[in-house]
């Protein structure tokens, strides 16, 4: 009778907890990340997620040239800053901003901060609603040890660094 009765709980608990697990959130293939660091007086933070470049054609393929893309994967990534910065000699607002490039096959690209900081990739993205767009520089590997494999940001005293495949994204901040 007791062996019946730990079966029929041991069943019970099992079926109690399937909903719970089924629920449970799966991992994202492009994991949220986040930075922040300091440029002078300015605490910087951007929230991104973290893409693998898997094998496949990153500049020119998955991420089209001349077009507005997310800098990074799933939600648009965003940029906040505590203090009024320049970026490229133009001055950005203390504030949160949706974070965009615009890769180019030749030259510099253009860095968005958009007044819309929580949106979906780029899918709505209004150019009427940006607050500053500036030309970037960009390098191939020759700046990297090696193809970086997920895309990366980092924070400098200078600036901010996007790093990814074979490419790295420089924005001057100070």
């Known amino acids: 009778m007791k062996t019946f009765k730990n ?13 719970a ?4 959130p799966k991992p994202r293939v492009s994991p949220a990340e986040s930075v922040t660091g300091k440029i002078g007086d300015a605490t910087i933070t ?34 906040e800053t505590d203090k009024n910065i320049k970026i490229a000699h133009q001055q950005l607002p203390a504030g949160k901003y949706g974070f965009f490039l615009v890769p180019k096959e030749k030259g510099k690209w253009i860095a968005v901060f958009n007044k819309v900081p929580n949106q979906w990739g780029a899918f ?29 940001y980092r924070i400098t005293p200078k600036g901010v660094l996007l790093n990814w495949e074979k490419r790295s994204v420089f924005i001057p901040i100070r």
């Open 124 to 152: 709505k993205y209004d150019k009427s609603k940006d607050q500053l767009r500036v030309d970037v520089k960009t390098s191939s590997t020759s700046s990297l040890p090696d193809d970086q494999e997920m895309l990366i």
């Open 7 to 19: 079966i029929y709980l041991l069943l019970i608990a099992v079926i109690l907890s399937a909903p």
């Open 21 to 24: 697990y089924a629920q449970s």
């Open 46 to 79: 951007i929230h991104y997620s973290s893409p693998s470049v898997k094998g496949r054609k990153i500049w020119g393929g998955l991420v089209p040239y001349d077009t507005v893309w997310r800098a990074g994967a799933n939600e648009a990534t965003t940029f």
